[in-house]
Every structure is written in C-alpha cells, then in structure tokens.
C-alpha cells in the first residue's frame, strides 16, 4: 500500500469518527499505522477511538515522541491527568443574539482563518486544519462559539462537526 492508500484509510478513519463509529475508526486507524507507524495524525485520532483513557494517554505519548511540539496532544494528555486545573468563573453576561448578515462565498474567501486547536494558518477554503486535522467551518473556531441561539437555529448539535452556518465568523 502506498501513502495514498493510508491517507484514504486515514480520511476514512475520521469519517466514521465523525459518524460516532469508533470501532470502525480503530479498525481503519490500526492499518494506516501498520502501513506507517510513526503516522502522527493517525495517533492523534487514534486517542479518540479507543475506549480507555489509559490507550488514550499511550496514543498521545506515541504523538509527542514523534513530535514533541503538537499542541493538541499535549493539551489531551494534560486534561487525561488530570494536571489542567479549569478555574471556576462566573460566566460574562452576554449581549443579545444579533445575527450579522451572511457572507457571501467571495467575502468568506477574504477572512484569515486559523485553526481553534493548533493555531495553523490556513486557507480560507480549507474544510479541515492541514496541522491537526480537526474540522474548521464549526462553531468551535467561530466568534458567536459562547452564543446557543445560532446552534439551536441550524440544528447543530456538536460544536466540532462541520456546519453550514451562514453565520459562521472564524475566530
């Protein structure tokens, strides 16, 4: 098999992640690594298919081996031990929900856009981060992210899936 056919098995791998079937996602995430065992981005989304936070912690320490410096490895192993102390603060008050006018395709193509989770530039286009893989047109990298009303407005229920939102503003 080539890399290409572990890049396909790998987006293969995400899709049923995304689908909520993480044993299917295992299934495709173990042979992209047996392909390429140092696969950094497999390892990541491996820790996200495995049951048990103890194959989770494994699977981020694989990643940091191989790249000391990804940041969403060492956020997920920060928060699996526990050592990420969330302060307890009280929420701001939020102004009301005044939806902006949609963006035309063209205007949207003119925003900077970076990922929320690794902080990669990227394209404008870009459907997800070329860095960390995580979808990038979702509420979790967009400003009105702290607002319910859009959400419940678009039926959007999981803040990292891909969305259409004509309100969608990258962070």
């Known amino acids: 098999m080539t890399s290409d056919q ?5 987006e ?8 909520g079937d993480r044993r299917s996602a295992r299934i495709y995430l173990t042979q992209v690594l ?5 696969h950094e981005h497999a ?3 491996l820790s996200g298919a495995v049951e048990l936070p103890e194959q989770q912690i494994a699977c981020l320490e694989r990643v940091l081996a191989i790249n000391p410096y990804n940041h969403a490895a060492i956020r997920g192993l920060a928060q699996l031990r526990g050592s990420v102390v969330t302060p ?13 006018e949609p963006l035309s ?13 690794c902080d990669a530039q990227l394209y404008a286009s870009a459907t997800f981060c070329w860095r960390c893989h995580v979808a990038v047109r979702c509420c979790a ?14 039926a959007i229920q999981s803040e990292q899936s891909p969305n259409c ?3 969608w503003r990258p962070i």
């Open 141 to 154: 990298n967009c400003i009105f992210r702290p607002y319910t009303e859009c959400k419940v407005e678009q």
């Open 6 to 10: 572990a890049a396909a098995l790998l």
């Open 88 to 100: 307890v603060v009280a929420e701001p008050e939020l102004a009301p929900w005044n939806p902006p």
């Open 43 to 45: 390892l990541l989304w």
């Open 12 to 19: 293969t791998a995400v899709a049923a992640l995304y689908a």
């Open 165 to 167: 939102c004509p309100w």
């Open 105 to 117: 395709l063209s205007q949207l193509a003119e925003l900077p856009v970076s990922c929320y989770a």
């Open 34 to 38: 047996a392909l390429e065992p140092y």
